[in-house]
């Protein structure tokens, strides 16, 4: 079996993990791995290259990926669908594993499907929006980063008390991450882009936070609406001066958590046993706590939603 490992969209803490655990299994059976460099825009430039778990374990332990990545969506157009396909044959590829979030995961798959290639997803994004699974790799890595900026916030609040941190998390337009985030560090409010808020509550919820606590936590998800004004507006209208923290992108590209790793090598063992099998189609999933196989499209799976009543009850509504 020959199998083109391919990843799309951006990056997530463990990725390599699952890399070398992938290419420690071809080997072990006497089957074959490839890469492509840059995704399937890279495959079409002829960017395939051989994988070897030598090549991969020196940045195992490592964020990023060893395979660079590509958003662009060339496998929109007829032409580029076609192209892969006679640049799998020429390289007498079976199969592909695909890592990627939401939108790779959902629109890719069906495609290759169409073309007669047989591919397997395994849900990289640290934004953990992926319908079907209970977890992403990169999810938990993401938040852990957070937690480290967040603890030294936290002892600064209290060594100066009646100072308003925010911490703005990455995301997207989902405020998963966020909302996990701000449960752990017990957060006074947090703001996600699927669930509307007023300025008025927020600075009430803010003071009554700080005469009760002598500080205030706000998380907000850089997906929401106000993400780049929200100070200047909380400022303008009550007066508030609130000390901010952008985790950015290094929240992304962080080292990979012990549960992470852990995660990643366990859905490559799947993605592997499933292409054995030959399945046609189907992403890894962890589905009451266990690593398991989705077998239909993830187009057909409602999308994942914050949990709404640990909004409320992180918010106090």
């Known amino acids: 079996m020959k199998t083109l490992l391919v990843v799309s969209g951006g990056d997530a803490p463990g990725i390599n993990t699952a890399l070398l655990q992938?290419?420690?299994?071809?080997?072990?059976?006497?089957?074959?791995?490839?890469?492509?460099?840059?995704?399937?825009?890279?495959a079409l430039a002829g960017k395939i290259i051989d994988l070897q778990p030598e090549m991969i374990a020196p940045v195992a332990a490592l964020g990023g990926t060893y395979l660079a990545s590509s958003r662009e969506p060339v496998l929109k157009e007829t032409k580029n669908r076609d192209q892969l396909g006679k640049v799998l044959a020429s390289h007498q590829i079976d199969n592909v594993v695909l890592f990627g979030g939401d939108g790779t995961l959902r629109n890719i798959p069906p495609i290759l499907a169409e073309m007669g290639i047989a591919c397997i997803g395994i849900p990289t994004t640290i934004d953990n929006d992926v319908p079907g699974t209970e977890?992403?790799?990169?999810?938990?890595?993401?938040?852990?980063?957070?937690?480290?900026?967040?603890?030294?916030?936290?002892?600064?609040?209290?060594?100066?008390?009646?100072?308003?941190?925010?911490?703005?998390?990455?995301?997207?337009?989902?405020g998963i991450l966020a909302l996990d985030i701000a449960a752990a560090a017990g957060a006074h409010a947090v703001l996600v882009p699927e669930y509307a808020y007023t300025d008025e509550w927020l600075i009430q919820r803010l003071e009554d936070s700080v005469k009760r606590e002598q500080y205030a936590l706000v998380i907000l998800s850089e997906g929401i609406t106000a993400s780049r004004t929200l100070l200047d507006d909380l400022k303008e209208k009550a007066g508030l001066r609130i000390r901010d923290t952008r985790l950015g992108h290094g929240q992304r590209g962080t080292t990979?958590?012990?549960?992470?790793?852990?995660?990643?090598?366990?859905?490559?063992?799947?993605?592997?046993?499933?292409?054995?099998?030959?399945t046609k189609m189907g992403t890894v999933v962890v589905s009451g706590g266990k690593i398991?196989?989705?077998?239909?499209?993830?187009?057909?799976?409602?999308?994942?939603?914050?949990?709404?009543?640990?909004?409320?009850?992180?918010?106090?509504?």
């Open 256 to 278: 990979p958590s012990h549960r992470d790793r852990i995660l990643a090598a366990g859905m490559a063992n799947a993605a592997y046993d499933a292409l054995r099998a030959g």
């Open 22 to 42: 992938y290419t420690r299994l071809t080997r072990q059976n006497g089957d074959v791995t490839l890469g492509a460099v840059g995704s399937f825009a890279g």
């Open 135 to 174: 977890m992403t790799i990169g999810f938990d890595s993401a938040c852990n980063f957070a937690h480290q900026t967040i603890d030294g916030l936290l002892a600064t609040a209290r060594a100066l008390p009646g100072r308003i941190f925010s911490v703005e998390t990455l995301g997207g337009n989902t």
């Open 292 to 317: 398991s196989l989705h077998g239909g499209k993830l187009a057909d799976l409602p999308p994942r939603l914050p949990d709404q009543n640990l909004y409320n009850q992180i918010n106090g509504l």
